[in-house]
């Protein structure tokens, strides 16, 4: 199994947008399974944010992002994408990309096979 690669993190101040990248570069892996965002704030546990499932049409999201963030994913590139807008202070945290085991997109981490190295989003009031 590949590690995903994310990118695209930043400091920005509330209210801002960011899009944040993760390539995998197995594409066996990138399409055969469900791909998901995690994040984890320091002194936190880390909590599902979005996925989305191998066909790409069930898309689930935790209730504090819900219409501000989109998950979406380019076969063709094999990179999964995160697009945070209307950005909090409180969703000042490292993010991860992680692939299921499974087709579908749990929302616990122990159904994730594969994590990136996360990347640093830093929301300022």
């Known amino acids: 199994q590949v590690q995903p690669v994310e990118s695209g993190g930043g400091l920005v101040q509330a209210g801002d947008s960011l899009r944040l990248s993760c390539v995998i570069s197995s594409e066996y892996e990138f399409e055969k399974y469900a791909l998901a965002w995690f994040r984890q704030a320091p002194g936190q546990e880390r909590e599902f944010v979005a996925g989305i499932d191998q066909p790409g049409v069930h898309t689930p999201y935790a209730d504090s992002v819900k219409g501000r963030f989109t998950i979406s994913k380019d076969s063709a590139k094999n990179t999964l994408f995160l697009q945070l807008d209307n950005l909090k202070p409180e969703d000042t945290a490292r993010y991860f990309c992680?692939?299921?085991?499974?087709?579908?997109?749990?929302?616990?981490?122990?159904?994730?096979?594969?994590w990136g190295q996360g990347t640093q989003v830093t929301v300022s009031s």
């Open positions: 992680a692939r299921s085991r499974f087709t579908s997109p749990y929302r616990d981490a122990k159904y994730y096979a594969s």
